[in-house]
């Protein structure tokens, strides 16, 4: 039986999530639902940094993901 990705990204136990290059987000599965205390359809389209920043780590400034995509440029 072939499981589809998002069926595999849905049944994991570790939080997964999916931003675009304006770090908004475009994916959430369960696990990171709970961590959030956000469903999908809450957090969707909202910034990352909305959901899972915090004040003591300003995400905004020093966001790994954005750090990746600057160096591709």
């Avoid at 987000?25 to 809450?42: C, D, V």
């Avoid at 905004?60 to 160096?71: I, L, N, S």
Wanted: aromatic share 10%.
């Amino acid at each position: 039986m072939k499981e589809s990705r998002l069926d595999i990204l849905t049944q994991m136990q570790a939080a997964v999530y999916a931003v675009d290059k304006d770090t908004t987000l475009t994916y959430l599965n369960p696990a990171a639902e709970k961590i959030s205390g956000y469903s999908q359809r809450e957090a969707l389209g909202k910034k990352c940094w909305q959901i899972f920043g915090d004040e003591h780590y300003n995400c905004r400034q020093r966001c790994p993901a954005v750090g990746t995509w600057q160096a591709d440029d």
